[in-house]
């Protein structure tokens, strides 16, 4: 079992920056054997992939609409994997959602290729 717990949320101005942390806890498995990612839902509109990173930290992808402002990482003495948000933008107002994937070859950017999810926070751009 693998639970996630997602923090760092909360009301931002355009321009600004966020770091969202997700905590996982994982109980017959480690933590590097699990590919993370980064969702976000805004109200009305399906969920959506924002980011992945690969077991080691190494290799990760990006949706085109963070590329360039967006980075994940992760820390797996830590058990811990977070998404860096720079020059925030009011469209990226939604819930944001960590997750966790047992798929074996990337490139992670499916809802379907995730087995667990937290339960999601909050992040709001607005002037």
């Known amino acids: 079992q693998v639970q996630l717990d997602e923090s760092g949320g909360g009301l931002v101005q355009p321009g600004d920056s966020l770091r969202l942390s997700c905590a996982c806890a994982?109980?017959?498995?480690?933590?590097?054997?699990?590919?993370m990612g980064w969702f976000r839902q805004a109200p009305g509109k399906v969920r959506e992939f924002v980011a992945s990173?690969?077991?080691?930290?190494?290799?990760?992808n990006y949706a085109d609409s963070v590329k360039g402002r967006f980075t994940i990482s992760r820390d797996n003495a830590k058990n811990t994997v977070d998404l860096q948000m720079n020059s925030l933008k009011p469209e990226d107002t939604a819930v944001y959602y960590c997750?966790?994937?047992?798929?074996?070859?990337?490139?992670?950017?499916?809802?379907?290729?995730?087995?667990?999810w937290g339960q999601g926070t909050q992040v709001t751009v607005s002037s």
């Open positions: 997750a966790a994937s047992l798929i074996r070859y990337g490139p992670w950017k499916t809802l379907r290729d995730y087995t667990y």
């Open positions: 994982a109980s017959g498995r480690t933590f590097s054997s699990l590919v």
């Open positions: 990173v690969n077991r080691g930290g190494i290799d990760s």
